[in-house]
């Protein structure tokens, strides 16, 4: 059974950078697509990063593009969520999703990993 665990969160300065990573065990991310999601309190989830099975396209939602960095290595079944100039809208809980090959929902998601910017 795959399973995807986030990492990276915690309390972190304002305007300061952080990376959150994705690490997948017990199969394999090689041949799907990846999507980084958000979720503030009280407010609604929020897909922000979407990553290709190669890792040559990637897509970024308007409220984190130029600040936010999606990549991924396949050979340790990893990806990274990097983050520069953190605001404090930032805080949330982020968890990484596997999109199924044939792209009809996220069949695996992880528990996630809480980032709490501080001003």
């Known amino acids: 059974q795959l399973r995807l665990v986030e990492s990276g969160g915690g309390l972190v300065q304002f305007g300061r950078s952080l990376n959150l990573s994705c690490a997948a065990s017990?199969?394999?991310?090689?041949?799907?697509?990846i999507t980084w999601f958000r979720q503030a309190p009280g407010k609604e989830r929020e897909g922000i990063s979407c990553?290709?099975?190669?890792?040559?396209?990637?897509n970024y939602a308007d409220s984190v593009k130029g600040r936010f960095t999606i990549s991924r290595d396949n050979a340790k079944n990893t990806l990274v969520l990097q983050i520069q100039n953190v605001k404090p809208k930032a805080t949330a809980l982020y968890y990484c999703?596997?999109?199924?090959?044939?792209?009809?929902?996220?069949?695996?998601w992880g528990r996630g990993t809480q980032v709490t910017v501080s001003s």
């Open positions: 999703a596997r999109l199924s090959v044939v792209g009809d929902e996220y069949d695996y």
């Open positions: 017990g199969g394999t991310l090689d041949y799907n697509y």
């Open positions: 990553i290709s099975a190669s890792g040559t396209n990637a």
